[in-house]
């Protein structure tokens, strides 16, 4: 299994261009989940999904925040406009049953975003 | 509502020493309780779970013991080696299967 895909794996970018990450989950799983790891507030649970919908998006910091899930096997994270305090690593994680409450999450590799 | 508290690192120890991270949890009924580790450049993944009280998750020699009555996880092994340098998050999944809580992650380096 190839895992759970993240791509680009290093973004950089000037203030106020539009940025997309983009995540493959594992196949078959049901959930995912997007994350901003930084050092000053550590891992925040920004949304996530059960079957392609969207359940909890209440860590989105802001409207400048966005995220998709059109189909099983595709999720999008967009900041538009970006700002530098964006800057930080992006972790997309999917696991196999919504709400089950002895699931794993499988994280990808991460995108680190550096906004100028 | 639910959350996790982590003990603050960075913690350094010597090859073969034991190590203790503590974690402790509110929560309500009876959530799930992870260990997560993050090498450099990474992503997290997970080290051991438990599922209900008493249980005692165990992998590459790291273990924890879910208690109940003291509401703790603490991650221990008795003899870290230089591979075992990453960051350690504990974790929370709630009752209902919906909330999900990590701990800020506590940094172990070990020397030779």
């Known amino acids: 299994d190839a895992g759970v895909i993240q791509s680009p794996r290093h973004e950089v970018t000037e203030m106020g261009q539009e940025v997309t990450l983009r995540c493959k989950p594992i196949?078959?799983?049901?959930?995912l989940f997007w994350y901003r790891q930084t050092m000053m507030r550590g891992l925040e649970l920004l949304i996530y999904?059960?079957?392609?919908?969207?359940?909890?998006d209440s860590g989105m910091p802001e409207d400048r925040f966005s995220a998709k899930m059109p189909n099983a096997s595709f999720s999008t994270l967009k900041i538009q406009p970006s700002e530098p305090r964006d800057s930080a690593v992006y972790f997309c994680a999917s696991s196999l049953m919504p709400g089950l409450r002895t699931d794993t999450q499988y994280f990808g590799p991460g995108t680190r975003l550096t906004v100028l | 509502g639910d959350s996790v508290t982590q003990m603050e690192g960075p913690v350094t120890l010597s090859e073969e020493a034991f190590l203790t991270i503590n974690c402790t949890y509110t929560a309500t009924g009876y959530p799930s309780l992870f260990w997560y580790v993050q090498y450099p450049g990474e992503g997290l993944q997970l080290l051991l779970k438990a599922t209900k009280a008493d249980d005692k998750g165990s992998n590459k020699g790291f273990e924890a013991t879910y208690r109940k009555e003291t509401t703790s996880f603490h991650l221990e092994k008795g003899s870290v080696q230089v591979s075992d340098s990453a960051v350690y998050f504990c974790?929370?999944?709630?009752?209902?299967?919906?909330?999900?809580?990590f701990g800020t992650g506590t940094s172990l380096t070990v020397i030779p």
């Open positions: 196949s078959g799983h049901n959930s």
């Open positions: 999904f059960n079957n392609n919908v969207p359940i909890d």
């Open positions: 974790a929370l999944c709630s009752n209902t299967g919906n909330q999900f809580y």
